[in-house]
């Protein structure tokens, strides 16, 4: 089995125009000129499916098209829907997004009627190989939609779920593949927890750990043989409306473009090896991939990209070196909290790794320096 494991896909705004009404527009055409039509696809949905359901009051951006796309989605064998815009429009709205990609022959994963639903795996076989992919949200992403025991939702990212979830699926298949929604938007570097936790994931079992939710490219690994990508990026995405709350209660209506970063993103390949004695989705080829005003993610050079990925990889080992003894712990995540406009909002308790430099003794004293001048670290030559 060849897998292609893609970023952030949201078909709202200008993509939606082109899937309605323009003909010949094929999004994966990039896609299958990497691998061919036969790899099993799998992607983030990043939206509802739906036309129907109330967009969530006081949330910054509410993303949504119409069912008519789905015709669009249909070269999915599996959609992650285990993010914070899947219920923009209700239970109702996320349930017809489920509806909808079903009918279209698209398993989806990550959201459900229950906990229990929400972290059931989805399966996809081919050629007598099973693959199974499990999807979990980190609560700092959007606290609103969290499934429970009795009601729907996403699955939340714990420690505790994470490694019951993996425990079992894995008997369910040849090969797990963990997607997890999480991160810091916009920051090409993983918070020491995502770290932590992805670690834990390839210990208890994950042949591969892929994250997305921060809309850029972000680090990836590979530890004890398996391959762990934190962020992907935008797959597609097109421009968004947003809706700021102010101060006196008012609301401000914008527009947020794709800057060049946020258009672009990874695919990676992987192929299903049973027999391999470690990591059993094996890495062929990491594909970067940036979409312009076609709307058509399409591949382009490494050096080319916006993100530097080797300043960012080396961030991430360098990290992983200096901080091993912490990141062998076994505790939850702890996260910060408020109350804001009647919901909770989440945040982590640590910044994305961005300079090893802050972690170190001397790192901390720059740091505690900057913050009492107010002035960044690439002033002072970092």
Same mark, same amino acid.
């Given at each position: 089995?060849?897998?292609?494991?893609?970023?952030?896909?949201?078909?709202?705004?200008?993509?939606?125009?082109?899937? *309605?009404?323009?003909?010949?527009?094929?999004?994966?055409?990039?896609?299958?000129?990497?691998?061919?039509?036969?790899?099993?696809?799998?992607?983030?949905?990043?939206?509802?499916?739906?036309?129907?359901?109330?967009?969530?009051?006081?949330?910054?951006?509410?993303? @949504?098209?119409?069912?008519?796309?789905?015709?669009? *989605?249909?070269?999915?064998?599996?959609?992650?829907?285990?993010?914070?815009?899947?219920?923009?429009?209700?239970?109702?709205?996320?349930?017809?997004?489920?509806?909808?990609?079903?009918?279209?022959?698209?398993?989806?994963?990550?959201?459900?009627?229950?906990?229990?639903?929400?972290?059931?795996?989805?399966?996809?076989?081919?050629?007598?190989?099973?693959?199974?992919?499990?999807?979990?949200?980190?609560?700092?992403?959007?606290?609103?939609?969290?499934?429970?025991?009795?009601?729907?939702?996403?699955?939340?990212?714990?420690?505790?779920?994470?490694? $019951?979830?993996? $425990?079992?699926?894995?008997?369910?298949?040849?090969?797990?593949?963990?997607?997890?929604?999480?991160?810091?938007?916009?920051?090409?570097?993983?918070?020491?927890?995502?770290?932590?936790?992805?670690?834990?994931?390839?210990?208890?079992?994950?042949?591969?750990?892929?994250?997305?939710?921060?809309?850029?490219?972000?680090?990836?690994?590979?530890?004890?043989?398996?391959?762990?990508?934190?962020?992907?990026?935008?797959?597609?995405?097109?421009?968004?409306? $947003?809706?700021?709350?102010?101060?006196?209660?008012?609301?401000?209506?914008?527009? =947020?473009? =794709?800057?060049?970063?946020? &258009?672009?993103?990874?695919?990676?390949?992987?192929?299903?090896?049973?027999?391999?004695?470690?990591?059993?989705?094996?890495?062929?080829?990491?594909?970067?991939?940036?979409?312009?005003?076609?709307?058509?993610?399409?591949?382009?050079?490494?050096?080319?990209?916006?993100?530097?990925?080797?300043?960012?990889?080396?961030?991430?080992?360098?990290?992983?070196?200096?901080?091993?003894?912490? *990141? =062998?712990?076994? $505790?939850?995540?702890?996260? @910060?909290?408020?109350?804001?406009?009647?919901?909770?909002?989440?945040?982590?308790?640590?910044?994305?790794?961005?300079?090893?430099?802050?972690?170190?003794?001397?790192?901390?004293?720059?740091? @505690?320096?900057? &913050?009492?001048?107010?002035?960044?670290?690439?002033?002072?030559?970092?």
């Amino acid at each position: 089995m060849k897998v292609i494991v893609c970023g952030d896909l949201c078909l709202s705004g200008e993509p939606e125009k082109l899937v *309605l009404g323009t003909s010949g527009y094929d999004l994966w055409a990039g896609i299958d000129s990497l691998a061919g039509d036969d790899s099993v696809v799998v992607a983030n949905v990043e939206f509802a499916l739906t036309a129907g359901g109330q967009p969530k009051p006081n949330k910054w951006a509410t993303l @949504r098209a119409s069912p008519g796309c789905v015709g669009a *989605l249909k070269r999915m064998q599996v959609a992650v829907v285990g993010n914070n815009h899947v219920s923009d429009y209700g239970e109702a709205g996320a349930q017809d997004t489920v509806d909808c990609l079903a009918d279209a022959g698209v398993m989806t994963v990550g959201y459900g009627a229950s906990l229990e639903a929400a972290l059931r795996p989805a399966v996809v076989e081919q050629n007598g190989v099973r693959m199974a992919i499990i999807s979990l949200a980190c609560p700092t992403t959007n606290g609103e939609n969290l499934a429970t025991y009795t009601s729907s939702g996403v699955a939340p990212l714990s420690l505790d779920l994470l490694r $019951t979830s993996i $425990t079992d699926a894995r008997s369910e298949a040849d090969a797990l593949l963990v997607y997890l929604h999480w991160g810091v938007e916009h920051s090409h570097d993983p918070v020491p927890d995502q770290i932590r936790l992805a670690h834990r994931a390839a210990e208890w079992g994950a042949d591969a750990v892929v994250g997305c939710h921060a809309h850029v490219i972000q680090s990836y690994e590979r530890y004890q043989g398996r391959w762990i990508f934190y962020g992907l990026g935008n797959f597609l995405f097109g421009p968004i409306d $947003t809706l700021r709350v102010l101060a006196d209660g008012s609301h401000q209506r914008g527009r =947020q473009e =794709q800057s060049p970063a946020n &258009r672009e993103s990874l695919a990676i390949q992987f192929r299903v090896s049973p027999n391999r004695p470690e990591g059993r989705l094996e890495l062929e080829a990491i594909h970067p991939l940036v979409f312009g005003q076609d709307y058509v993610p399409r591949p382009i050079a490494r050096d080319c990209l916006e993100a530097d990925l080797d300043r960012s990889n080396s961030r991430l080992m360098r990290y992983s070196e200096l901080h091993r003894q912490a *990141l =062998q712990c076994n $505790t939850e995540p702890v996260l @910060r909290a408020r109350l804001s406009k009647g919901k909770i909002e989440y945040f982590y308790g640590s910044e994305p790794i961005r300079d090893v430099h802050v972690q170190s003794p001397l790192g901390r004293h720059l740091l @505690r320096l900057r &913050r009492a001048l107010g002035i960044g670290l690439r002033s002072l030559g970092w």
